[in-house]
């Protein structure tokens, strides 16, 4: 079993819905937690980043981290073409400990 | 602010070969990480540096070795490349616990 679980998808929606992603994880240390979004043959960007429970949100995004349940979400509004990218969500330990990245989601926001 | 910077961006090879990548961090970031990226997964972590110290290590053979200088910029050495060895390979520095990417030098290993 991975340390990290995120559905591959392709995650298709229409432009101006609610874009939802999530990851589960097994590892209970895990105190960070990232989205970060990557476009094709690109380097990844950093979204959003936390390291408590609750929500974050920063524009069209929010983060959400269910520490008891082991689930992080992005939710991402009013979803534009250019959302089309493959989202991916990491975790570590500590502040000096390795990232552990989910598989990342392909998503395609359709105009 | 330059981002992180990734040479060369592009490299092709043949079996058993070697390469070195090379990576300059953010300015004021002392910390440098390595990742390999396959086609249609994520990351995954080869070595992490800071202040020129090894401070971690992910699940890949010896064959893969880095450094780190002076100036914290960094080196990624792979010997007797295999054809597994083709992926995007990601330098990331960092600054507490944000992680910032570059954007990779592809690999492709014939």
């Known amino acids: 079993q991975k340390e990290v679980e995120q559905d591959p998808g392709p995650l298709s929606v229409p432009e101006g819905a609610i874009v939802s992603l999530n990851c589960t994880y097994s590892n209970s240390a895990f105190q960070y937690f990232m989205w970060y979004r990557q476009y094709s043959r690109k380097g990844p960007e950093l979204l959003m980043y936390t390291y408590s429970s609750g929500n974050k949100e920063d524009g069209r995004f929010t983060a959400q981290v269910d520490k008891s349940s082991k689930y992080i979400s992005l939710f991402i509004r009013d979803s534009q073409p250019s959302d089309s990218a493959t989202y991916l969500c990491?975790?570590?330990?500590?502040?000096?400990?390795?990232?552990?990245f989910g598989a990342g989601t392909q998503v395609v926001v359709t105009p | 602010d330059a981002g992180v910077t990734q040479s060369p961006t592009h490299l092709i090879k043949t079996r058993g070969q070697h390469v070195t990548l090379r990576c300059s961090p953010i300015?004021?970031?002392?910390?440098v990480s390595w990742y390999q990226q396959v086609l249609g997964q994520g990351p995954q972590f080869i070595f992490q540096y800071y202040e020129k110290e090894e401070r971690g290590r992910g699940n890949f053979p010896d064959r893969f070795s880095a450094r780190q200088f002076p100036n914290y910029s960094s080196e990624l050495n792979v010997n007797a490349l295999l054809l597994g060895d083709s992926a995007l390979y990601l330098c990331a520095s960092s600054k507490g616990f944000e992680q910032f990417f570059g954007p990779g030098t592809r690999l492709t290993v014939l």
């Open positions: 990491a975790m570590r330990t500590d502040s000096w400990g390795k990232f552990q």
């Open positions: 300015s004021g970031h002392k910390s």
